[in-house]
């Protein structure tokens, strides 16, 4: 099921403490419930999927293609439709509802979100540039990037030089988040650290796809108590 993703609405950061007395800051999303649209099978496309709808959205909002293609499938509107590719269907059919059951087995997961707009941004802002000399000639270009092309040959910047412009509103995936816990009653998901995006954001989040060996938060806990309990072998 880590094959599917889920949308979820950024609330903010909190913490979380352990029994050791450790703090952990965790970012807390609330999960909307993902339906199943349209089961996608080998004679109709040659691949196997499932389109997924996520949140609410007004009927005088949709096109009249949309409307009809809503009433054909018998299902209530959605604001946003993903497809995702997957390796057995037999787990989805047309109406059936995912929610944060689906990270229940997975320690890990990759999230999507869009970072913060800054605007129009300086070079040494935007690219982490140490700027001009504070003095010895330099004539208010302090935060100037400096020069940005050649002579004669080539006689042109080339694509890709870093320099000041737009900043920010740009799709990011984070991976590998563990997952400290999660609130099914209330459809909130706890993740550690901190994820791109401002306050109501959308976040996908989806299990993740790297295979991790490390151990979460509360397996290193149990791995000390453990080793406080083993006594030490004597010194020979």
């Known amino acids: 099921m880590s094959e599917i ?8 950061m909190t913490r979380e403490f352990y029994k050791t007395g450790q703090l952990v ?11 199943v649209i349209q089961v996608i099978d080998m004679e109709k496309r040659g691949y196997k999927a499932v389109q997924l709808g996520y949140g609410k959205i007004k009927n005088s909002k949709l096109s009249k293609s949309m409307k009809g293609y809503f009433a ?31 990270f229940k087995d997975i320690k890990f997961v990759d999230t999507k979100s869009k970072t913060i707009g800054k605007g129009f941004a300086g070079a040494m802002k935007r ?29 042109k910047v080339f694509k890709g030089k870093k320099m000041a412009g ?26 550690k650290g ?26 290193k806990t149990k791995v000390a108590e453990q080793a406080k309990k083993t006594p030490d072998k004597k010194k020979k």
């Open 5 to 12: 993703a889920l949308v979820g609405k950024k609330l903010g």
């Open 25 to 35: 800051p965790v970012t807390v999303l609330k999960i909307e419930k993902a339906r």
């Open 72 to 102: 054909k499938k018998n299902t209530e509107a959605k604001k946003r439709l993903k497809e995702f590719r997957v390796h057995d269907l037999e787990n989805f059919k047309e109406g059936n509802e995912f929610g944060l059951e689906i």
């Open 127 to 155: 690219h982490n540039f140490g700027g001009l000399r504070a003095t010895h000639g330099v004539s208010i270009s302090h935060r100037s990037h400096g020069s940005t092309g050649q002579r004669q040959d080539p006689g």
């Open 166 to 191: 737009h900043m920010g509103d740009k799709l990011r995936t984070m991976q590998n988040i563990e997952i400290i816990k999660t609130d099914l009653e209330n459809d909130l998901l706890y993740l």
């Open 194 to 219: 901190s994820i791109p995006g401002s306050k109501n954001s959308e976040v996908f989040v989806k299990g993740s796809v790297k295979n991790i060996s490390k151990l979460t938060i509360d397996e």
